[in-house]
DNA sequence: TTTTCTGCAAACGGTTTGCATCGCT
DNA sequence: AGCGATGCAAACCGTTTGCAGAAAA
């Protein structure tokens, strides 16, 4: 469950010294919904959703716009099986790994890092600096599992 | 250290009972070749290095063949953090991870499976059935630490 | 001869960019 | 007025596809 609000996005923009326009509002809402709802989602899918109460806002924006949230480190990309890209807002602190689920495209995030200390032995038996690892775990969420 | 040999491929596509034609040897042939030096590769960088040789082949037979290669189970594709999409020669068994030099593109793999429990333990927790998971460790390799 | 495979070139889909315009401040 | 942000449309880039012809079997 994300705690993100628009509020702490809109003073994101303006801290950056980035205005808060109407169409970046509009999109934030939207993004602040999905976040509530544990929601992925792509680019595009921002736009078609936007789409319906803003429909002059161009496809650009919204890729623009991602872009931006995601270097202020309120969205994280994550690569599925089939190589699509998709966000979804961060929820945890600084270290998480994700738990999707392949029919609903829930996330849920896993909050405590898994087995730190066998990175580290990685690291030190192969000799490696490691700068950063990822982690992926697909399945079905208890939901999906329920209904089929 | 890879270990796939250009008999391998070749057998494994009469075995599917596809022909081992002069463009496919080619390309099996440099992927060989860079299996054995764990080097990463694109689609298209295959095509670029199989042209030197065999300037006749087209793009499209190059990225046939990845994607035949990949699904013989030679090939893993692995997705960088900038969003890339490139290939590597699987040596170990069935299971592994990744530990990805971002200088030299060298991939070492990691055979045996970190923490295994762990993932169980995320499964149990959260309800999910688990399906999969995917490990990607990002890092700078002993060569390139010495030649900074 | 029959079937598979190939090269070519055009299509494709998601993403980015150039640019004139718009609208905060 | 000034500068950032926007919408539009065209460009872009890696990848896929349709198809007539070439190569294996």
């Given at each position: 469950m994300s705690t993100l609000t628009l509020d702490q996005v809109i003073g994101a923009f303006e801290a950056a010294g980035m205005r808060a326009t109407r169409p970046r509002r509009a999109m934030a809402a939207q993004i602040v919904t999905w976040g509530a709802a544990d929601q992925e989602f792509s680019s595009e899918d921002l736009w078609h959703a936007v789409q319906e109460q803003?429909?002059?806002?161009g496809r650009a924006t919204a890729y623009r716009t991602v872009q931006i949230l995601q270097d202020f480190g309120f969205l994280d990309r994550v690569t599925f099986a089939d190589g699509t890209e998709r966000y979804h807002v961060i929820s945890a602190g600084e270290h998480h790994h994700h738990l999707t689920c392949?029919?609903?495209h829930r996330v849920v995030e896993v909050e405590a890092c898994i087995a730190p200390e066998a990175f580290a032995a990685v690291a030190q038996a192969s000799g490696f600096a490691i700068s950063g690892h990822r982690v992926e775990i697909f399945g079905r969420c208890p939901t999906c599992q329920a209904a089929s």
């Open positions: 803003a429909p002059w806002v392949e029919t609903c």
